[in-house]
């Protein structure tokens, strides 16, 4: 049975760790969501992208990615463990029915998948020491429960209370020709930034989220382009710090 993360890349002490929380739409064969399988095709379920970038940035020395490979519709591991949303009922309009979970349900989840989760990342970073974490999701163009807001930023790069890492990143895609970059954008990390906040901010370490817009980053060239975007930048931020 496979277990709720995957681990790829050079995890010798002090490199960079990219953190994927919503980097899978898969399933498991035993969990039924009562969905229509199309909808693991969209922002919903998976960080469209993002998967493929941290898969090209391992190859390169020096990183190493920690993935979540469970679908969020399943396990949402950038939430708070008791929160409503780490099995959404909802999300953007449709209805999840098999999330309509009592209390043991709620709480096997938390015990197959969130824990587990979160605390193999935990040890992670514990025997790594990483210079830098870079936590890497991508936002959807146009929310369909909100289709007049518009998305045009290409990147936003989130953060809490600790924004020494933000800052530099900020300050580098700026310069960045064409480039619209989002100071906490699409939205704030001061409100949702809960794997940060636990394994970063919390320990004192150097981090970054970052959100790429999905269109952006749909297409193997796409994917390329970003990786070596977000390699130049994460290079350039430890590096500084």
């Known amino acids: 049975m496979s277990g709720p993360f995957r681990v790829i890349g050079d ?3 002090g490199g960079i760790l990219v953190v994927s929380d919503h980097a899978s739409a898969r399933i498991p064969d035993d969990i039924d969501l009562g969905i229509d ?3 693991l095709r969209q922002h919903v379920a998976v960080d469209i992208g993002v998967a493929a970038i941290a898969e090209a940035l391992v190859e390169r020395p020096g990183f190493a990615a920690f993935l979540g490979d469970v679908s969020r519709l399943v396990c949402d591991f ?4 008791h929160g409503p949303s780490v099995a959404p009922i ?3 309009g449709h209805a ?4 309509a979970l009592d209390h043991d349900g709620h709480e096997a989840r938390l015990a197959r998948f969130y824990r587990p989760y979160h605390a193999a990342l935990a040890d992670l970073i514990d025997r790594m020491r990483p210079g830098l974490i870079v936590s890497l999701h991508s936002f959807t163009p146009h929310l369909a429960s909100r289709p007049d ?9 989130l953060y809490n209370r600790d924004r020494r890492g933000a800052a530099l990143a900020l300050d580098l895609l700026r310069h960045e020709p064409g480039l619209v970059v989002g100071d906490q954008q699409p939205y704030s990390g ?3 930034n809960a794997t940060m906040n636990r394994h970063a901010e919390a320990r004192g370490g150097l981090y970054f989220g970052a959100e790429i817009r999905q269109d952006l980053i749909a297409d193997v060239a796409g994917q390329a382009q970003w990786a070596d975007r977000v390699e130049r930048v994460a290079r350039a931020v430890a590096a500084a710090a």
């Open 11 to 13: 995890t010798a002490p």
């Open 37 to 39: 399988r199309a909808l």
């Open 78 to 81: 950038n939430r708070d463990e």
């Open 90 to 92: 909802a999300s953007d």
């Open 96 to 99: 999840i029915p098999g999330n």
């Open 149 to 157: 807001e518009a998305r045009p930023w290409h990147i936003g790069i």
């Open 190 to 192: 001061a409100v949702l």
